[in-house]
C-alpha cells in the first residue's frame, strides 16, 4: 500500500512550512546549546584545575573499571532478559489457557512494578531475610525481570505480525507447531524484531546506572566519586560530561550494529530468493531471438 492511501502529500506550501519549521528548530536546538555551554564557561566548569584529574592513568583506570562494571552487567541483564523474554512469549503465544494465562500475568506484573522498586526488592529483600549479597546480582535480576517482560511483548508482536498464510501453508504441509514456529515464523519476525530488539537493550544498558543507587561501582557510581573532589574544585559537570560521552558512543555503537546486521540479514535474504533469468527457446539449445 502506498503511503499517500494513508495521509495526504504535503503540497508546495506545506512543504515549505515544514522546512522552515525545521530549520526554526535546528536554530532553536544549536542556541540552547550554545547557551548551556557559555553558562558553563561563566561557572569555571572548563577550567583545567576541573579537567587536570582526568590526565592521570589512576583516573582513567578507574573509569576503565566503572565502564566494564557496566557492560558486564548490561551483557549479562541482556542475555538473561532475552532468554526469559522468549520463555515468556512462548508462553503467551501458547494455545494452552494453562500456559497463557500465568504467563500473561507474570508479564503484566514486571511490566507494572518500576524498575527501582524492583532493585530495591532484590538487594534489600534478601537483606531483611538475613542473606548478605553483593549488589551486582540483584541489580542483574532486577533488569531481568524487567527487560525481559517489555521483551516478550516485543517478540510476541514480531511473530504475530507475520501473515497468517505463512503458518496455516506450514501446517496443510503437515509441519507441527514448534516446526512452523522455528523454520517459517521466527525467521521472518526477527528481521521486523531486531530494531525494537536493540532499542530495548539500549535502554537496559542505560538503566544499569541505577546500580549507583545500591552502591554498585559501575560508570555513574565512579564519575560521581570523581566529581565529588575538593582538591579540583568538584569537577561534577565534567565528570558528567565524561561519562555522558562514554554512554552516548556505546549506545551509538548498539545502534549502528543493529542497523549493519539488520541490512545484512535483508541483503542476505535477496540474494537467497533471486534466481537468475531462463532464456525460452524454441527447440532444445537454441535461444529465441
Known amino acids: ?26 536554530v532553536g536546538i544549536v542556541a540552547l ?11 569555571g566548569q572548563f577550567d583545567s584545575i576541573k579537567w587536570q584529574q582526568f590526565e592521570y592513568a589512576a583516573i582513567q583506570q578507574q573509569l576503565l573499571d566503572g565502564y566494564l562494571t557496566t557492560l558486564k552487567t548490561a551483557g549479562a541483564a541482556a542475555v538473561l532478559a532475552l532468554l526469559f523474554g522468549a520463555l515468556l512469549a512462548a508462553g503467551r503465544l501458547s ?4 500456559f497463557r494465562a500465568p504467563t500473561s500475568f507474570v508479564v503484566e506484573l514486571f511490566r507494572a ?25 540483584p541489580l542483574v535480576i532486577a533488569l531481568t525481570l524487567y527487560n525481559g517482560a517489555v521483551l516478550s511483548e516485543i517478540f510476541r508482536a ?26 517459517i515464523l521466527l525467521p521472518q519476525a526477527i528481521r521486523a524484531m ?16 541505577l546500580g549507583f543507587l ?15 573532589r575538593l582538591p579540583f574544585g568538584l569537577p561534577y559537570v565534567p565528570s558528567y560530561l565524561i561519562v555522558a560521552a562514554m554512554y552516548i558512543g556505546t549506545c551509538g555503537l ?21 534466481a537468475p533469468p531462463v532464456p525460452l527457446t524454441n527447440e532444445p539449445g537454441t535461444p529465441i531471438v
Open 158 to 183: 514480531g511473530v504475530n505480525a507475520v501473515a497468517r498464510g505463512q503458518s496455516e501453508a506450514a501446517y496443510a504441509l503437515g509441519m507441527r507447531k514448534t516446526q512452523v514456529m522455528t523454520s
Open 214 to 228: 545500591i552502591q554498585l561501582p559501575e560508570l555513574l557510581y565512579v564519575g560521581k566519586s570523581i566529581g565529588g
Open 95 to 98: 494455545d494452552h489457557l494453562y
Open 254 to 274: 548498539l545502534s549502528w550494529f543493529a542497523f549493519w546486521l539488520q541490512k545484512r540479514l535483508m541483503g542476505g535474504r535477496r540474494r537467497k530468493t533471486t
Open 194 to 209: 531486531l530494531p525494537a530488539i536493540v532499542s530495548q537493550v539500549v535502554v537496559l544498558l542505560k538503566d544499569t546506572a
Open 113 to 137: 512494578i518500576p524498575l527501582l522498586v524492583l532493585i530495591f526488592f532484590a538487594y534489600y529483600g534478601p537483606i531483611q531475610l538475613g542473606y548478605k549479597v553483593g549488589p551486582f546480582w
Open 1 to 26: 500500500m502506498s503511503s499517500n492511501l494513508l495521509y495526504d502529500l504535503p503540497g508546495p506550501k506545506a512543504k515549505l512550512r515544514n522546512r522552515l519549521l525545521g530549520a526554526v528548530s535546528l
Open 33 to 43: 546549546l550554545v547557551y548551556i555551554v557559555l553558562r558553563f564557561n561563566d561557572t
